[in-house]
């Protein structure tokens, strides 16, 4: 295990000493606990929380995977990988947009 500091208010701190000692834990165990159970729960849409995908050893991404991942995945925007999906109000738009990179 790694040692981690975390900040807390006094009165989030106490109400968790006072929660890991009614369970009969450790404040460090009850702080464990509590990261589990929300990396298990569902997001607020309802989906799984992601959890990383481990790559092979021998794949070697290219350097710009990170800046340009949506192209990797979806392809070029414009290209016919993307399909137009239709709004509320009728007009049609394209699926993805490209978001501004600072």
Known sequence: MKRTTIVLSSSLR??????AAA??????????????????????????????IPLPRNINPP???ARNLDDYLYGPIGSSSTRA?????????TKRTRRSRR
């Not at 106490?14 to 929660?19: D, G, L, V, Y």
């Not at 999906?85 to 738009?93: A, D, F, I, M, Y």
């Open 23 to 52: 369970r009969g834990v450790t404040f460090s165990e009850l702080v464990r606990q509590g990261i589990r159970r929300v990396l298990e729960e569902p997001d607020a849409a309802g989906y799984p929380v992601p959890r990383p």
């Open 85 to 93: 999906r239709s709004s509320p109000t009728g007009t049609t738009g």
């Open 63 to 65: 350097g710009d995977l």
């Open 14 to 19: 106490q109400r968790a000493k006072q929660a």
